[in-house]
């Protein structure tokens, strides 16, 4: 039995659902943001032994059956709308939580990427960044900080060439709207602000010259790399999550034999089974990193280059959960009729 955990509107699980289908898998695809308005769950232990029984309103899975789960986009848990007043709503979520997190945990099931706490401290960007460095990946030098006296030296450390980032991608509201950050170069002018730099940490690193970016996608042992050479694009030129499809162009990559061993070591070395790692390619024919996303977004990378991603993820999950070999040799790359992009409820997701 494969368990599926996401958003009801995720397009990447609809993109690897077909393929499961036709290895004969057994699919349950849940969201826990139904849990516990809708969700049932429970743990019960006797006689040395236990069984947790997720009831999901159209079937009751025993998760003892369980042996493969894709923990793609899951919402958080979230408490029937009769429950109004905000500190029981938070105190649900939390109790809610903590009942899941154990019910994974004796789960007897192989985990794409991981569970939450592993890919949490995965995706923490100095932990991965480390670690990156001691695997002998080229790391730009990088200064992760809100000290306003840090800004000044590192501009000049650049050549005047500096590119500031979010720690951690979030969308935020600014005036009533969704706003995101995205990578900015910065001028002399920042310099005279930097005051507002104690207020939140952010990354400073040296523009990167590029002669292509790369998305690579390691799921279990396999490696995906596509190059994203968005020099034409006015928009998208310093961060490709832009999208400006029109002007950027997409291919599949080769990576030297050595970097892509590199990539699937620093994937498992962080106990993921699937990352998006993103790499710059310089002028100079030297590879540059810049992190792993331990959920980050494939769907663009299958269409756009033509990668089978969706089939790596589900021979994953079926190899995981024992379904014969001879039934993971369906036809690949299906994905002319599939959107370009990773989303959710409409919202593109390329993190």
Request: hydrophobic fraction near 40%; proline fraction near 6%; aromatic fraction near 8%.
């Amino acid at each position: 039995m494969i368990l599926i955990l996401s958003d009801r509107r995720d397009d990447a699980v609809e993109l690897v659902l077909p393929k499961l289908e036709r290895r004969g898998a057994r699919v349950t695809w849940w969201d826990p943001g139904d849990f516990p308005a809708r969700g049932r769950l429970t743990a019960a232990f006797a006689d040395g032994g236990h069984r947790i029984v997720l009831d999901t309103g159209a079937e009751r899975l025993d998760l003892a059956e369980v042996r493969a789960v894709w923990r793609r986009r899951p919402n958080a848990p979230r408490p029937a709308e009769t429950v109004t007043e905000p500190s029981h709503r938070r105190h649900a979520v939390w109790q809610a939580e903590f009942l899941l997190d154990g019910a994974w945990e004796l789960a007897p099931a192989r985990w794409l990427p991981s569970r939450r706490e592993v890919e949490r401290r995965a995706h923490n960007k100095i932990i991965h960044m480390a670690r990156a460095a001691a695997l002998g990946f080229r790391v730009p030098e990088t200064v992760y900080t809100n000290d306003p006296a840090e800004l000044v030296p590192a501009y000049e450390r650049a050549g005047g060439n500096l590119i500031a980032k979010q720690i951690n991608s979030d969308e935020f509201t600014l005036d009533g709207a969704d706003h995101r950050t995205y990578t900015t170069v910065l001028g002399r002018r920042h310099l005279t602000s930097r005051h507002r730099l104690q207020h939140e940490p952010v990354i400073l690193q040296p523009y990167v010259p590029k002669a292509v970016e790369l998305r690579v996608i390691v799921v279990g042992e396999r490696v995906f790399a596509a190059e994203i050479d968005a020099r034409d694009s006015r928009t998208a030129r310093d961060d490709w999550r832009h999208y400006d499809d029109d002007r950027v162009r997409y291919a599949a990559h080769r990576l030297p034999d050595g970097l892509e061993r590199a990539c699937a070591e620093l994937t498992a070395s962080l106990g993921l089974t699937y990352g998006a790692i993103d790499l710059i390619l310089t002028p100079d024919g030297e590879y540059a990193f810049l992190e792993i996303n331990p959920n980050g977004a494939w769907g663009f990378v299958e269409q756009r280059a033509g990668l089978p991603v969706s089939d790596a993820i589900a021979d994953w999950l079926v190899a995981a959960d024992g379904i014969a070999e001879h039934a993971m040799s369906a036809p690949v790359n299906d994905t002319a009729t599939h959107p370009a992009n990773d989303t959710v409820d409409g919202k593109t997701d390329h993190e």
